[in-house]
Every structure is written in C-alpha cells, then in structure tokens.
C-alpha cells in the first residue's frame, strides 16, 4: 500500500518553531488535494493548511499568520513550517490527500509538543 509519512514532529518551548515534512508519491500528490490536520488533546481532527490541486494553499482561521504550507514536487516533499508556537498547538499533525472521486491517504502523524 503507498504511504504518506510525516516527520518534524518534537518537543519545543513555547515560542519556538518546528518545520513538519510529508513525504508523499508523486501518484497521490499529483492529482489530490494535500495539506495537513491535526488532533489536539480532547478534541477531533481538523484542518490546519492544505494545497489544492491548483497548487494555491489555503489556511484555516486560527493558524493567524504563525503557519506557512510548502512543496517541493522534485522531492515528493510537503512541508508545515510553524513558528511562534503556542501550548494549544500540543497533538498529533497528520497529512492526507484527497480529492472528491479519489481515495483519501492519510500518514500516522508526528508528534508536536509545546511546552509553557
């Protein structure tokens, strides 16, 4: 079965910054939407940035600037920078691909945990 895999994941003060990489095929990223979710304690997953397959990124409201989506194709590569982050941003981040007449791919998710 192909695979994404993240990676970036770790424990940072808060303030600090992480860049998160996703490893994604070609043959998922090329034709899906790709970006990246994340599960904080207590709560369901959501939506933290993607791409379409248009190559425009979109960010969800809370992510207030701090959050920058990026790829390099030529290194089948997806990358989160996060800067200034917060206690609030402690959980799991996974990336998916999807679009609306394919299969979803999702990754097991790295770790992030901001310290106060």
């Known amino acids: 079965q192909v695979q994404l895999e993240e990676s970036g994941g770790g424990l940072v003060q808060a303030g600090g910054s992480l860049r998160l990489s996703c490893a994604a095929p070609?043959?998922?990223?090329?034709?899906?939407?790709i970006g990246w979710y994340r599960r904080l304690v207590g709560k369901q997953r959501e939506l933290v940035a993607y791409?379409?397959?248009?190559?425009?990124?979109n960010y969800e409201k809370f992510v207030k600037g701090r959050f920058t989506i990026s790829r390099d194709d030529s290194q089948n590569m997806v990358y989160l920078q996060m800067t200034d982050l917060k206690p609030e941003d402690t959980g799991i981040y996974y990336c998916r691909a999807w679009g609306a007449y394919v299969k979803d791919y999702w990754g097991q998710g790295t770790q992030v945990i901001v310290s106060s």
């Open positions: 791409f379409t397959t248009g190559d425009i990124a």
């Open positions: 070609r043959s998922i990223a090329s034709n899906r939407d």
